[in-house]
Nanobody, 128 residues
Framework: EVQVAESGGGSVQAGGSLRLSCVVSGYTYKHYCMGWFRQAPGKEREGVAAINIDGRISIADSVKGRFILSEDSESILSLQMNSLKPEDTAKYYC???????????????????????WGRGTQVTVSS
């Protein structure tokens, strides 16, 4: 059974940095897409950054130039978040698609429900 676990969230002041990590275990073959999503209170879940099976990375415009996605290994995905803003406050989730049906691109609709495996999330709070 695939298990997804996020870590690294916390509280920082605006302009600060945090590094999130996602560790996947229990898989038997490589995912088609692995990425980070976030959801703020009262808002829909949105895609932040993802990497597809070919290693192509896609970053949402709202965080481009501030967030860096790296695949540390086949089972570890990190999100370096710099120059954090209060509007980055949200619960951040790591998710994977093993079907190839999700869109692994910030330039297209993410088809979030097609990501079949999710972690429980880690809270990021940025104060002004």
């Amino acid at each position: 059974e695939v298990q997804v676990a996020e870590s690294g969230g916390g509280s920082v002041q605006a302009g600060g940095s945090l590094r999130l990590s996602c560790v996947v275990s229990g898989y038997t073959y490589k995912h088609y897409c692995m990425g980070w999503f976030r959801q703020a209170p009262g808002k829909e879940r949105e895609g932040v950054a993802a990497i597809n099976i070919d290693g192509r990375i896609s970053i949402a415009d709202s965080v481009k130039g501030r967030f860096i996605l790296s695949e540390d290994s086949e089972s570890i995905l990190s999100l370096q978040m710099n120059s954090l803003k209060p509007e980055d406050t949200a619960k951040y989730y790591c998710a994977l698609d093993y079907t190839g049906l999700a869109t692994c691109s910030a330039q297209e609709p993410w088809h979030i429900p097609r990501f079949g495996y999710w972690g429980r999330g880690t809270q990021v709070t940025v104060s002004s």
